[in-house]
């Protein structure tokens, strides 16, 4: 079993920038890929980015492309997602998974409880 808590949501301002960590409980976290996936009010939960175990292939979503950086650290067990030049429409709750290099939820087996994102315009 792998438990993974999220951190450093918050509120910003539009133009201005956050990182979210996500820390996982066990040691076998460097053998999962590792997805952002985010949420906001109404709207299904959509593809953000995702890291291969290795940290040597990443995935992103047409929308964060350019401003959203994930990257891994297996010696402290943490995925990081740095949002940069973040937009209102970039407003959800923000979800870490452990899984497969995929796009699709189904095929990550452990979450986060989330953390929210707020950006004001």
């Known amino acids: 079993q792998v438990q993974l808590v999220e951190s450093g949501g918050g509120l910003v301002q539009a133009g201005g920038s956050l990182r979210l960590s996500c820390a996982a409980s066990?040691?076998?976290?460097?053998?999962?890929?590792m997805g952002w996936f985010r949420q906001a009010p109404g709207k299904e939960r959509e593809f953000v980015a995702t890291?291969?175990?290795?940290?040597?292939?990443?995935i992103y979503a047409d929308s964060v492309k350019g401003r959203f950086t994930i990257s891994r650290d297996n010696a402290k067990n943490t995925v990081y997602l740095q949002m940069n030049s973040l937009k209102p429409e970039d407003t959800a709750v923000y979800y870490c998974?452990?899984?497969?290099?995929?796009?699709?939820?189904?095929?990550?087996?452990?979450w986060g409880q989330g953390t929210q994102v707020t950006v004001s315009s």
């Open positions: 998974a452990a899984g497969r290099l995929v796009t699709t939820p189904n095929q990550y087996n452990y």
């Open positions: 066990k040691r076998t976290f460097g053998s999962y890929a």
């Open positions: 890291i291969s175990w290795s940290g040597g292939s990443t």
